[in-house]
């Protein structure tokens, strides 16, 4: 196996090796599971993707989420990010299916609004538009590691609070459905993930942030937006086109990442599997001092 940096300090396509590889062969798992911990985002080229290679695959990394109410493949362990409906024909662009891709393009990091967050998201391209469409990811590690020893310090000792309901709304009104939001209720988080592994801490943001415990509504959106902005900024992101037999996977705890758009009546088909974080991934360190402040 290969590691080939591929981003500004993080990112890196790991060569001669198959999804299926890693599933099977616990030395080839182990070799990935450290470049994962160290890289944040990983890329595998021309692989033979199915639904079960995939899983096989995310299985391996921790528990596969079960695809929430609302969104297409719910119940499975698979999200379907599709713009093509049911009549196999591209979804016009004011359609569910095309504004919740045009949320996907918020910076964000995955399932940070459900009551477990995701350690990883696996993400495989299965129809692919001719022009745009890239994903385009940030590491919040180096985000974290840019600000200044105070601000670090109280990032720290400070918690955000997340709601699926607040992203979507920035797309459209009631996008997050009465079903949706009654499923997901907000839930706080630190702002700072520490990996157990390397030690090393990521700003935990996302579009679905809106508040911060402690702060009034406006000064904790004035921070949330300042520091999404600078972990952001101009020549920090890679962006991964994506070809046929693309398979990438990042770390929702160190990095944020939006889709790219592209021509709306160009049929996009990308499959997702996602894996809860545990405990050795360092999730107890994460939720509010008290429950007083959960609630
Ligand atoms: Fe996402």
Redesign the pocket.
């Known amino acids: 196996m290969e590691t080939v940096p591929v981003g500004p300090g993080f990112a890196a396509e790991l060569r001669g090796v198959t999804l299926s590889d890693i599933a099977n062969d616990d030395a080839a798992y182990a070799a990935a599971r450290a470049a994962f911990e160290e890289h944040s985002v990983l890329v595998f080229r021309g692989q033979q993707v199915t639904d079960d290679i995939q899983l096989a695959f995310s299985r391996r990394f921790g528990p596969p989420e079960v695809t929430k109410v609302g969104s297409m493949g719910m119940g499975s362990h698979f999200v379907i990010l599709s713009t093509i409906g049911p009549d196999g024909k591209v979804v016009p662009a004011d359609h569910r299916q095309s504004l919740r891709s045009k949320a996907?393009q918020l910076w964000?990091t995955?399932s940070s609004f459900k009551r477990v967050p995701a350690l990883t998201?696996i993400l495989s391209a299965r129809i692919i538009p001719e022009h745009g469409g890239e994903t385009e990811f940030v590491s919040t590690r180096l985000a974290f590691e840019r600000l200044d020893k105070e601000r670090q310090r109280k990032l720290k000792n400070s918690f955000a609070w997340h709601n699926y309901a607040h992203s979507r709304g920035k797309v459209a009104p009631g996008l997050a459905t009465p079903e949706e939001q009654a499923a997901l209720p907000p839930v706080c988080w630190r702002m700072v993930w520490k990996n157990p592994v390397n030690g090393r801490g990521a700003l935990y943001l996302a579009s679905h942030a809106y508040a911060v415990e402690g702060m009034d509504a406006a000064a904790g959106t004035k921070l949330i937006e300042e520091l999404t902005e600078a972990a952001t900024a101009p020549g920090t992101s890679y962006l991964h086109p994506w070809k046929q037999g693309d398979v990438v996977m990042w770390d929702n705890r160190a990095t944020m990442?939006r889709g790219r758009p592209w021509p709306a009546h160009e049929a996009r088909l990308m499959i997702r599997t996602t894996i809860s974080a545990t405990e050795a991934d360092g999730v107890a360190t994460m939720g509010p001092p008290s429950s007083q402040a959960a609630e």
Do not use: E, R
């Open positions: 996907n964000h995955d998201s990442h």
